[in-house]
């Protein structure tokens, strides 16, 4: 029935934001013609998160919203190799509990999450 998930990313330089997709995290892609690209984005896992509760005795509450985040098996190395490429992260690797990760920026966009689990994950179950 569901064959994938498509994610849309609106920014303000399309051209510049494809371009850091194709140059630099190096997506594989279509072109649908006058370089209107689909990128493939791998396994994708998708999870669900309230808005607001409390956690560790910490209440929190946040807007509704979508994330962008895409996984790696060593942040340091994943974010050294992308630096390279000339990626720009927002600070270090930060230890957020489910996982390590790093903001990345993107031209033309928001910053996405790039992180290495200490979870389970999904995309191969």
Excluded: N
Excluded at 15 to 38: C, K, S, Y
Excluded at 107 to 117: E, K, L, R, S, T
């Amino acid at each position: 029935m569901i064959l994938a998930c498509h994610t849309l990313v609106y920014s303000d330089d399309p051209d510049a934001t494809r371009a850091f997709f194709r140059d630099v995290l190096q997506l594989p892609h279509i072109d649908e013609g006058d370089g209107w690209l689909i990128f493939a984005t791998g396994p994708s896992e998708m999870g669900v998160h309230p808005t607001g509760g409390t956690h560790e005795g910490q209440t929190y509450s946040s807007p509704r919203h979508h994330q962008i985040s895409f996984i790696c098996d060593d942040i340091e190395a994943t974010k050294a190799e992308l630096e390279a490429r000339g990626a720009v992260f927002d600070g270090d690797v930060a230890d957020h509990g489910y996982g390590l990760v790093a903001m990345v920026r993107v031209p033309g966009a928001d910053d996405v999450q790039i992180y290495q689990p200490r979870h389970r994950t999904a995309y191969d179950a």
